[in-house]
């Protein structure tokens, strides 16, 4: 078998597959692969029938799209959707279980850390060669960039935020404190690039921040763990990261060193007045932000 009718083997090879393969459809097969892409998460607990009446095709077309893919059927497709959920986060108190098993041997669990973080960096280039140097061009052009990123993805959204402002404005941080996050989500015009930062289990208010670039006719950068996470179906650029680790909780280190790189490029395309802004920011803080002996 080729490698172009191999069946993809996880939900996000799938998704990429047809995005790849989407203009070159038949309507009705466009119709169909338009609904897997958009409700991932419906296609392992609904039927066939179901998920065909809800996209407005005919059960065999969704029958005859699997097969295009390299699929045997329906039912093989609907697999890959189905492990995907099976492979979904444990619940942090699950995770803390497992992790209690090891407490008598601390170093090996630093060691299983390390491992883990270093393996999760190391797949940034590859996972992200091509749609880095899109959100570089997306955020070079930008004349205004927003930024958010909640709970436990506020870390990067933030190191993003503030980083891109030492040489490069202007930039809003958007924020959900005192209620306020409707109110700032006014401001979204249409041009503006949002870049959103998130990964499983995926906050509400990152949702809503998506939802509202989208209506307002933003661009739309994903910094997320995976191209079905709901705020990259749609999303303009899509960069992704790894959160596996051996603790109870996700890993958002893969995610700092990916905005890291991001800003790094950034700078780069920007050139030498990025440089020179960046040396007048730097000289303010060294007189009024850093401590002195």
């Not at 066939?48 to 097969?67: D, I, K, N, Y």
């Amino acid at each position: 078998m080729s490698k172009k009718n191999r069946p993809p083997q996880d939900v996000d090879t799938l998704i990429q597959r047809l995005q790849a393969d989407f203009a070159a459809m038949p309507p009705q097969f466009q119709i169909g692969a338009r609904y897997l892409i958009d409700h991932p998460h419906e296609v392992p607990i609904a039927s066939m029938r179901t998920l065909a009446t809800q996209a407005g095709v005919l059960p065999a077309t969704l029958v005859r799209l699997a097969q295009s893919l390299g699929f045997s059927g329906w039912t093989e497709l609907k697999a890959v959707f189905v492990q995907s959920l099976h492979a979904s986060p444990m619940a942090y108190t699950d995770s803390a279980k497992a992790v209690l098993k090891g407490r008598n041997k601390p170093l090996a669990m630093l060691q299983r850390a390390v491992q883990a973080q270093a393996q999760n960096v190391s797949k940034l280039a590859e996972q992200n060669a091509t749609s880095m140097t899109q959100a570089v061009d997306l955020l070079v052009k930008a004349k205004r960039v927003y930024v958010a990123g909640f709970r436990a993805s506020h870390a990067p959204a933030f190191t993003f935020y503030y980083l891109y402002r030492l040489f490069r404005n202007p930039i809003t941080m958007l924020r959900a404190e005192a209620g306020t996050l409707e109110m700032e989500l006014r401001a979204l015009e249409a041009g503006d690039v949002v870049v959103l930062v998130a990964f499983a289990p995926y906050s509400q208010e990152i949702v809503r921040v998506y939802e509202a670039a989208l209506e307002s006719g933003c661009k739309v950068i994903a910094l997320c763990d995976s191209q079905v996470a709901p705020i990259a179906l749609e999303a303009n650029c899509n960069l992704i990261f790894s959160t596996e680790v051996p603790s109870f909780f996700p890993s958002s280190t893969a995610a700092v060193a990916l905005v890291e790189g991001l800003i790094e490029q950034i700078l780069a395309r920007t050139g030498k007045k990025a440089v020179m802004d960046l040396q007048s920011m730097e000289n303010q803080l060294h007189q009024t932000g850093y401590w002195k002996r």
